[in-house]
């Protein structure tokens, strides 16, 4: 009968695969010391000073000689020798020596890629650092803490011949086990980032690199060493997105002579510089002058985001909206990064870790908008500009400020010079020292009193000036020396501009968002394309307009507040006129996304709005991920000024991508409450059912399942407070869901419930059903019988659980799959046959669960996150069938859909993966 022993991890013995009897924990102690001998005889000192820690009893060696002959009725004869007691049996010791010798010899001859293999079988014998659940004080033996020493130098070992032989792919499982096990060893991590990334696994590279760098800080206090950091470098190399964000710095730029000597002074290692100052006393221009003068010294790029700190809206760019567009800027897609602040500003971090990146930060309102900006290593500088004075960052963050105050008389004349000519200057200067009076020297005056002059050069700065003086004393410009508002400099040019322009001007003032697309210019203006653009070039010649990136327009802060105070005529038209813009655009991308929904009609555009028609589901949502922050704003904008169809609407909209094709549910739940209640408001009781459904759903997918069950409860409680029993049963049904449909089987009490509240469902729905004609009918027939196939999921389960006959649970769940393809609802189809899957798989028949979930594969619809899900499961299923090149297939095909993907529906779906074997 053979025996095999373990000491590779905890001690184990076995005879012909069954657990043997290794007796109490101090003769447990004793076998694993002779095991780790690998067949040599050990001393019955070394024995007596593992056991008592170098203070045995006085009958320490009858003791030792009591344990060996017990262990002898387990392990078979145990010699003694002059040198000590000896134990010759098959472990997984002397295997992996043997396997370790055979890689040498191999590497030795050249077979590195042989030699690869070796290592690969040898070292995969060890399931955890050796002898674990022995006593602590008896591991801390260097018996087993050098065998551990010895494991993590042959790890070592054998990921350099891997990454030399360029199958990094076969270590990286190894590696990837053992890494928890000597989680201070640099050089072992080192290598698993390398030996990840060679397996085409970037993104574990990574994520075990932040997981490394927040173990070191956390636990030690200590960033990582060189070798960590150069296997990440490394790592990332290829894959380094270098940004450039910097808008185009001011061409006109003078003075602020000591202020960029300033800044050049305090440019350190990591530092943060604050440049505060009034509004529109030229904080961003010294910001961008500076930084792109500094660029040179931060070879990895520049990050810039306007912060909005202080826009006419009052409603600053959040943290995780900037933390979104940076981590796009570095090359992590929208949809692929976490929801929370605190996972945004982790992730920013680690993809910032050992680059030398500037990041500018403007015009932002106050500390906490500031902080998860921050990078967390040396190499990257932060420059914020603020009108506010950012006293915490000082403080707990050393950061360094810079006050910017106006310009002194001679800089106002030079930048006048810099701009006009200085002949032109320089002929009329009682008239230049007039503008540079009544400006104040406030550099955003200047500018746009420059500007004027220069848009006709018969307009001589004496005219410049009679205005002035004319316009002395009059709404805020008089004030220029005390409040600094420039109103009525914004006025000169604003009626410079011709009708159509000014028009345009006027309702762009209502858009909500922080800059605008061409197509909702367009829309805005109710004009051509062509006769749009060229109201935005005069627009952005008088600069009250900007673009700063083509195709999209953005202004100053004070200049969107101007436009707004004179946009008085018709506000809520100029609002809706944008908002249908968003809103049918938003529409026509969500009926490409979920063909499947009810659709909803969000009635006739204004004249003039020509929304965007997306051609196919990638473009669809393309234009959303541009437009996901103006989209938020609209819905905002919408709910301020009372417009609550447009809220509910512009919700509906966006959770066709949200929901239905990104699986975003974190994120729509704010909208949805919103949306919720403007609908409470108004009393439409639709609308309150359709949301308290997004929300249970939205509740469910995140794990809140308590709170998803309250939410279908009032969507039924709707129903019924307006007699509709296909609201009522949506919410029966949600309740239902919450109940069976998780990760976890369900418990036969949640099943027997579940099925109660199908049973109820087409006691309700039957009239309906009855009084259509077959196949697709109506849409409250067709929507009653999809949901009567839905009551099938939950009868199913409770003919499993009362009879056990798998066989019989399928033929339940057919019957609603056949509902399903009458009415042509092949989403639902492949969720049937999903379910079908699982009940198999829950009833031990992995080959018929495979076959099911191929057929719901086959069906698939364009829903990644689906498909996901059943590769995980079929993944899984053929592991448990030992078919591991179709497992292998399988959660390769996941992975690459999950590459890049960190919020919480993707952590799920990887949960379910099977490990790769060893």
């Not at 943290?319 to 979104?324: G, K, R, S």
Request: net charge negative; charged share 25%.
């Amino acid at each position: 009968m053979p025996v095999w022993f373990e000491v590779l991890g905890p001690i184990r013995g076995l005879r012909d695969g069954v657990e043997l009897p290794l007796g109490s924990p101090q003769q447990r102690v004793l076998l694993a010391v002779l095991l780790t001998a690998a067949g040599e005889p050990v001393a019955a000192g070394v024995i007596s000073d593992v056991l008592w820690s170098g203070d045995p009893p006085q009958a320490a060696a009858a003791t030792v000689q009591q344990y060996v002959s017990r262990l002898r009725r387990v392990a078979g004869p145990i010699g003694r020798t002059a040198a000590g007691y000896r134990l010759d049996v098959d472990s997984d010791l002397r295997r992996y020596r043997t396997f370790l010798g055979q890689a040498r010899d191999l590497a030795a001859a050249g077979r590195t890629a042989a030699a690869v293999d070796a290592y690969a079988a040898g070292l995969g014998l060890w399931t955890a650092p050796a002898g674990t659940g022995l006593p602590a004080e008896a591991r801390a033996h260097p018996v087993f803490a050098d065998l551990d020493r010895e494991h993590a130098a042959v790890l070592a070992e054998a990921a350099d011949a891997a990454l030399d032989a360029g199958r990094g792919a076969v270590l990286a499982p190894v590696l990837e086990c053992a890494a928890g096990w000597h989680p201070y060893d640099e050089g072992l991590q080192a290598r698993l980032l390398r030996t990840l990334a060679a397996a085409g696994r970037t993104t574990d590279a990574l994520d075990h690199f932040r997981a490394a760098r927040e173990r070191l800080v956390g636990e030690l206090g200590i960033e990582p060493g060189p070798l960590l950091r150069d296997a990440h470098r490394a790592v990332t190399a290829p894959a380094v997105v270098r940004p450039a964000q910097l808008p185009t710095p001011p061409v006109t730029f003078t003075g602020r002579t000591a202020e960029l000597a300033r800044l050049d002074a305090i440019a350190g290692p990591r530092p943060l510089v604050l440049v505060g100052g009034l509004g529109g006393v030229g904080k961003t221009s010294l910001a961008l002058h500076w930084a792109h003068r500094a660029a040179p010294r931060y070879p990895d790029g520049q990050l810039y985001v306007d912060l909005r700190g202080f826009a006419p809206s009052g409603v600053p760019l959040s943290p995780v909206e900037a933390l979104h567009g940076f981590l796009e800027a570095l090359g992590v897609p929208r949809s692929n990064q976490p929801a929370t602040l605190d996972g945004l500003s982790a992730l920013y971090r680690s993809v910032l870790a050992g680059r030398k990146i500037l990041v500018v930060l403007d015009n932002a309102r106050d500390d906490e908008q500031v902080r998860p900006l921050l990078p967390g290593t040396a190499g990257c500088a932060v420059l914020v500009t603020s009108r506010s004075y950012l006293g915490g960052l000082s403080v707990d963050e050393d950061a360094r400020s810079v006050g910017l105050d106006v310009f002194r008389d001679s800089d106002a004349l030079g930048y006048l010079r810099s701009r006009l000519g200085a002949a032109r200057v320089d002929a009329e200067p009682w008239a230049a020292a007039e503008i540079v009076r009544v400006c104040g020297g406030l550099p955003l005056a200047l500018a746009i009193c420059a500007a004027w002059a220069e848009r006709s050069p018969a307009y001589t700065l004496a005219t410049v000036a009679a205005e002035l003086r004319r316009r002395d004393g009059l709404d805020a410009f008089a004030a220029v020396n005390v409040g600094r508002d420039v109103r009525t400099v914004f006025s000169w040019s604003y009626r410079r501009l011709g009708a159509d322009a000014a028009e345009l001007f006027r309702r762009l003032g209502r858009h909500p968002g922080p800059d605008v697309p061409l197509a909702t210019a367009i829309s805005a203006a109710g004009r051509t394309s062509s006769e749009t653009l060229g109201l935005l070039a005069e627009l952005t010649d008088a600069q009250l307009l900007s673009e700063p990136r083509p195709g999209r327009y953005a202004a100053h802060d004070l200049v969107r507040a101007y436009a707004l105070e004179i946009a008085a005529d018709d506000r809520e038209g100029d609002l809706v006129r944008i908002l249908d813009h968003y809103l049918h655009s938003v529409i026509a991308g969500a009926r490409l996304t979920n063909p499947y929904r009810r659709q909803r009609d969000p009635g006739t555009p204004a004249a003039g709005v020509v929304p965007f028609t997306p051609v196919d589901v990638p473009d669809a949502v393309a234009w959303f991920d541009a437009e996901r922050e103006n989209l938020s704003a609209a819905l905002d904008a919408a709910d301020r000024a009372g417009l609550d169809e447009y809220v509910w609407l512009l919700c509906w909209g966006m959770n066709g991508f949200l929901l239905d094709h990104l699986g975003r549910w974190d994120e729509a739940i704010p909208f949805a409450r919103t949306a919720l209640a403007a609908a409470r408001r108004r009393g439409d009781v639709w609308w309150r059912g359709y949301l308290h459904n997004v929300l249970g759903n939205c509740y469910h997918r995140a794990g809140d399942h308590e709170q998803a069950h309250r939410e279908w409860s009032l969507a039924a409680a709707v129903g019924r407070e307006s007699g509709d029993p296909i609201r009522i049963a949506i919410g029966l049904g949600g309740m239902a869901s919450v109940l069976t449909e998780r990760d976890e089987w369900p418990d036969g009490d949640s099943i027997e419930r579940a099925a109660g509240y199908a049973d109820e469902m087409r006691a309700l729905l039957a009239d309906i059903d009855r009084a259509g004609p077959p196949g697709r009918a109506d849409g409250r027939t067709t929507h009653a019988r999809d949901l009567i196939g839905f009551t099938y999921r939950q009868t199913a389960l409770r003919v499993l659980h009362r009879t056990g006959d798998v066989e019989a649970a399928v033929a339940e769940r057919a019957a609603g799959i056949a509902v399903h393809e009458s009415i042509e609802n092949w989403l639902q189809v492949q969720n049937g046959w999903q379910q079908i899957g699982r009940m198999r798989e829950h009833a031990g028949d992995p080959d018929g669960a495979v076959e099911a979930y191929e057929k719901a594969l086959s069906l698939g619809r364009n829903d990644e996150w689906i498909t996901v899900e059943l590769l995980a499961r079929l993944a899984g299923c053929h592991a448990r069938l030992g078919h591991e090149g179709a497992a292998a297939h399988c959660r390769a095909g996941a992975l690459e859909r999950l590459d890049g993907v960190y919020h919480p529906s993707a952590d799920r779906l990887r949960a379910l993966l099977p490990p790769p074997r060893p």
